[in-house]
């Protein structure tokens, strides 16, 4: 399994049964985030095989998944009060494992709704939130949780990610108009659900192509990374991936 280190490390603390009732895994990227998450989930919930059937095959009664509805841009407070009025029942087991997918797109009301939750922890709940970043979440929740940073890992480009950041490179050269630039990268701006993870490989990938110009002398090249760097950590800070993309083909 990835980032096997802080696995390592909840399950020692598992093992000791010091089990904290708040996990909070942040970083990484969506895919690491939840395969951590399922594996804490299942990890606090299946004690034998008839339970480990139950949650592989993702019937498990205790099991509570809670995720931004399609047409919604965040988690609501409502979302939120139906979580907490099921968790007042006695679980089938010994108790309930909440998975709340991408924590930090709980709204502020939200939060201070769960935190009603957690602050006054029920020994029948663990709660598991995944987030981009910590400091998305209210410091009264992050002072609560165990808080575990997942590694950002790097996606290897393929084909055609490698023509798309050598034809951008190719443009930072000649300084075109943004609307050249922006229709290069039109299929990472409309990769609706891998957006973030094309991005960050596709400036890692035209990061390298900079160099190589860079290296020959281009100072075109050596001010366009700059901006690319900003860009990156306005991604991994959370920051709109589209509009940072945009912002970045304006700037170089």
Known sequence: MKNSKIILQIEKMIGSERTGHAFLLCGGNSASREEAGMWLAERVLCSDEVSHRKFQHGNHEDFIVVEKAPDRESIVKEQILDLLARTEYKPFGDKYAVLIKDAHLMNEISQNKLLKGIEEPVSQVVYILLAEREDALLSTIRSRCSTFHLEEEKTEAGEEMLKTAEAFSQLVCGKPCYYKKKAVIQGILSDKDNIRTSA???????????????????????AAITQLETARKYILQGQSVPYTLKQFCLRV
């Open 200 to 222: 960050l490989t596709f400036l890692d990938v035209l990061e390298d192509r900079l160099e190589e110009g860079m290296l020959k002398g281009d100072m075109n090249k050596a």
